[in-house]
């Protein structure tokens, strides 16, 4: 039962235990009151006719006669007269018994009055003694009328309140309802506050509503530099900041197999020669604060392109993976000039050897394959005592001239774009009990007699700055295979379509035009990009919300302090990245951290998904720490 009927009906209860207690007093009284009112009048009416009696009858005929005419007036119960010497008797009663109300009355409320008695004397002589009483129904009558003007004014009353109490009681409880919408966008991760009510007892509770989202705020900021630590003090070197070895090269097999990106990868190494004998002649102190300083640079590369890591392999090795990046030979230049600064800002020798080698990461690669054709190429230089920078391609093929291949691929580029040669690639993303969460959509492009995949031709794209209208594309062809299939489909999106101006408007006119579809749509965007343009990202979302499409974030992890500010985006999933599930059944490090995430994003109403699932017992060990979905390799749909 509900609060409004369970007060509605202890009010209904109360007016009616103060209308029984009522009607009973009254009752009570009325009685007394007719009682006495009785008793005065049968006195009074038996001394008025017994003057009567006496001024008009000589004889007992004509006394009685004019008894009897009394009698039939209705009002008496008994007349008896009495004749002096036992002459000329006469009793009238009325035997009728009440019907109706006045019968209930009469039970509930007997009355019992005394009558009336007086002598009839005519001159010096007494004719007799007079008794009469009145009948006893007009005084039930009396209450009847009673009760009932009592009853409609109690039902007149309680209407009346019922009214009242309606309206107030809905006003006061209107609060409650409010309550229960925002408790529910608590649930969906939606943090806003309500007004104060005015009813004093609700205002705590008012409070204590509004002051959950700062606490939970903070909460997550908490859990977020716990979970930062927790990843940094199992993945990353003390002194440098920079990715340990182990997963740096989870990194670089998920970027091998195409997880974290739909574009190529250059891996660069640049080794600092020497470094024991720089201990030694330096001291250790010296040379860990020039390398915290290259360390702290090298992050800040890294944190400026979305996926990028940096590594100390070892003591003197330094790595870098660039997915999507062109100028691999620039990636290695940076990186080197980085690990210069640093000794010469700390006094130490400006000719110190750091020799550099990269190569790009082609399908088919192995880790230490890569780690193979880059000492081999460092190897070369290393041994003249240079600092130059060796490439390193598979097979020793080399690159044509990057002005020549930028004319051929926008040519290329958008002769697909007029022709319609682009196709979406499905990749599916299970939840926990084996079901359809949706399908990561990836480009492919015809060309020739060749169906070229996104890692081939999506870095040209972001180099000719086409990345915004490449995204578009994908975007409309999402939206016509759901408009046929009403498949659930993902579209990751690049920083330009984030920050160019013309896209939000564009966006909503497309998913206004294709409303139905618009709700199996989502998108998705990079960790650090999102942190990077938060307000961009806010108003994308907000778009994309009005249109009940879903919005995402991908490559979650590498930037953990910054979740907090992420709170307030309408969010539904979180996608980590690969390189923290790969071996996450035998790794407790990540254990631990994927567990956090998992905690603080439902926590957030989100989904957590796990990238880059390579094997049944990584996807197992996800599911037990709370994981809602996954991709990757080992990810099938039942039946497939």
Not at 63 to 84: N, R, S, V
Request: some cysteine.
């Amino acid at each position: 039962m509900s609060l409004s009927n369970r007060i509605w009906l202890a009010s209904s209860v109360l007016f009616g235990l103060i209308l029984v207690g009522c009607v009973i007093v009254t009752g009570l009284s009325a009685r007394a009151y007719m009682a006495g009112q009785l008793r005065i009048h049968n006195a009074e009416a038996a001394a008025l006719f017994a003057q009567t009696l006496a001024a008009s009858s000589r004889d007992g005929q004509q006394l009685e006669a004019t008894i009897k005419t009394q009698f039939d007036t209705g009002f008496y119960e008994m007349i008896d007269f009495a004749g002096a010497g036992g002459e000329a008797d006469v009793l009238l009663q009325d035997q009728s018994a009440a019907t109706g109300a006045a019968a209930l009355l009469g039970e509930l409320l007997p009355i019992t009055v005394e009558p009336g008695v007086s002598p009839v004397i005519a001159g010096q002589r007494q004719l007799g003694t007079l008794t009469l009483r009145h009948h006893t129904r007009l005084a039930y009558a009396g209450l009847q009328s009673t009760f009932r003007n009592l009853a409609l004014l109690f039902l007149g009353a309680l209407l009346l309140a019922g009214l009242l109490y309606n309206r107030l009681l809905a006003r006061s409880l209107r609060p409650l309802g409010d309550f229960a919408d925002q408790v529910k966008s608590f649930a969906a991760g939606r943090f806003e506050a309500s007004p104060e009510p005015s009813v004093t007892e609700l205002q705590p509770l008012a409070r204590s509503l509004n002051a959950l989202p700062d606490k939970f705020r903070e909460m997550l900021r908490q859990e977020s530099r716990r979970a930062d630590k927790l990843q940094r003090e199992s993945r990353v070197d003390k002194i440098t900041g920079l990715l340990n070895r182990e997963p740096f090269l989870q990194g670089v097999a998920a970027a091998i197999e195409n997880r974290n990106d739909k574009a190529a990868t250059s891996l660069s190494l640049i080794r600092l020669r020497g470094l024991a004998q720089l201990n030694q002649v330096y001291g250790r102190n010296a040379i860990d604060a020039m390398l915290k300083e290259a360390g702290a640079e090298l992050n800040r590369l890294v944190r400026q392109q979305t996926g990028w890591s940096a590594s100390r392999l070892n003591g003197s090795d330094f790595a870098v993976l660039a997915p999507g990046g062109l100028s691999m030979e620039e990636t290695a230049k940076k990186a080197q000039d980085i690990l210069r600064e640093a000794l010469q800002s700390h006094g130490l020798p400006g000719d110190i050897a750091l020799p550099g080698a990269f190569t790009r990461i082609i399908r088919g690669d192995t880790v230490s394959e890569l780690l193979n054709r880059l000492d081999g190429a460092l190897l070369a230089v290393d041994r003249e005592g240079e600092s130059a920078i060796s490439i390193s391609h598979k097979g020793d093929i080399q690159m044509k001239p990057i002005r020549e291949q930028l004319d051929q691929w926008r040519r290329i580029i958008l002769q697909a774009q007029r022709e319609h040669r682009f196709s979406l690639v499905h990749t599916p993303v299970v939840g926990r009990e084996g079901e359809l969460l949706h399908y990561e959509c990836s480009a492919s492009l015809q060309w020739e007699d060749e169906v070229l995949p996104a890692e081939a031709f999506m870095p040209w794209v972001k180099r000719l700055e086409l990345s915004a209208e490449m995204d578009q594309q994908l975007i409309d062809l999402a939206l016509q295979r759901i408009t046929q299939t009403k498949e659930p489909l993902c579209i990751s999106l690049s920083i330009a379509s984030i920050v160019e101006s013309g896209f939000l408007s564009w966006f909503s006119e497309r998913l206004s035009t294709h409303a139905d579809a618009a709700a199996f749509l989502s998108i998705e965007l990079p960790e650090n990009m999102a942190l990077r343009h938060l307000a961009n990202f806010e108003r994308l979302c907000s778009r994309a919300k009005d249109h009940h499409c879903g919005v995402g974030i991908e490559h979650l992890g590498h930037q953990l302090a910054g979740l907090g500010r992420l709170q307030d985006v309408d969010l539904d999933y979180v996608k980590v990245d690969a390189a923290f599930i790969r071996d996450i059944d035998s790794n407790v490090a990540n254990q631990a951290l994927l567990r956090t995430l998992c905690e603080m994003g439902h926590a957030a109403g989100l989904q957590v998904i796990a990238d880059g699932v390579d094997s049944d017992a990584e996807w197992d060990t996800l599911r037990e720490l709370g994981a809602d979905g996954a991709t990757g390799p080992a990810i099938k749909l039942p039946g497939n």
